[in-house]
């Protein structure tokens, strides 16, 4: 009796690899337009004549531009993720999950810019009503959770802050000043500081909670 393959061992048939390559086209023309003309002014119309594609091919794939925004928000923070959950499990230690974790991610970033910039527009759209910025702020809020757990070992007990607070931090500290720096110093700039950047946050976030942890003492004693 031969035995079924897993769905995921089961080999694309030929149409449905053609279906992967043009989805996958797509995506990629999709993130150069945005990192050209931003995600607020890129229409449809600029991706698939990009793309050499009717605009008939892309709706059988994504119902709408704001839902292509979110498979891209899913796989930019799938990848960052995955390297984050690689420094994290080879850190020598609990006292050094921060400093891997802001390593991962820093590198993350410089490798891949577009994902930088993108994220960057990203973050106005969560700002907004509506189901498709529901969306993007669900996709995200998975991301800081896995995050979250990631790093918990790294929050002793006793502080006067969360691992979601951390993980938060984290998260905006390294996106946002690293979006700051790429667009007014460059790229390469920023690369070749690379290790200053990685520190700087580091410091900036514990600086932070050991303000938090001051804090809550201060409130505490006055009660």
């Known amino acids: ?106 590198d993350f970033f410089l490798n891949n810019p577009d994902h930088l910039l993108f994220f960057h ?10 189901d498709a910025a529901k969306d993007l702020r669900e996709v995200y809020d998975a991301h800081l959770h896995r995050l979250t757990d990631l790093i918990r070992p790294a929050v002793r007990p006793g502080m006067a802050v969360s691992a979601r607070d951390v993980a938060i931090a984290m998260a905006a500290y390294t996106s946002g000043i690293l979006t700051y720096h790429v667009l007014f110093e460059g790229q390469e700039a920023v690369r070749r500081q690379r290790d200053y950047f990685v520190n700087m946050l580091e410091q900036s976030l514990r600086g932070i909670l050991k303000i938090r942890k001051r804090r809550t003492s201060i409130l505490n004693s006055d009660r």
């Open 1 to 106: 009796m031969t035995k079924a393959l897993p769905p995921e061992d089961i080999p694309l048939s030929r149409v449905a690899r053609r279906k992967e390559r043009t989805k996958r086209h797509l995506l990629e023309v999709a993130r150069r337009i945005f990192s050209e003309k931003g995600i607020y002014w890129a229409k449809v119309e600029d991706i698939t004549e990009l793309a050499d594609l009717g605009k008939g091919t892309f709706y059988k794939y994504f119902d709408s531009k704001e839902t292509l925004i979110r498979v891209l928000l899913e796989e930019e923070r799938g990848g960052l993720l995955l390297k984050t959950e690689q420094a994290v499990r080879d850190a020598p230690s609990q006292s050094k999950i921060l400093s891997a974790a802001i390593g991962a991610r820093v």
């Open 121 to 130: 527009q990203v973050r106005g759209l969560m700002q907004l009503q509506g």
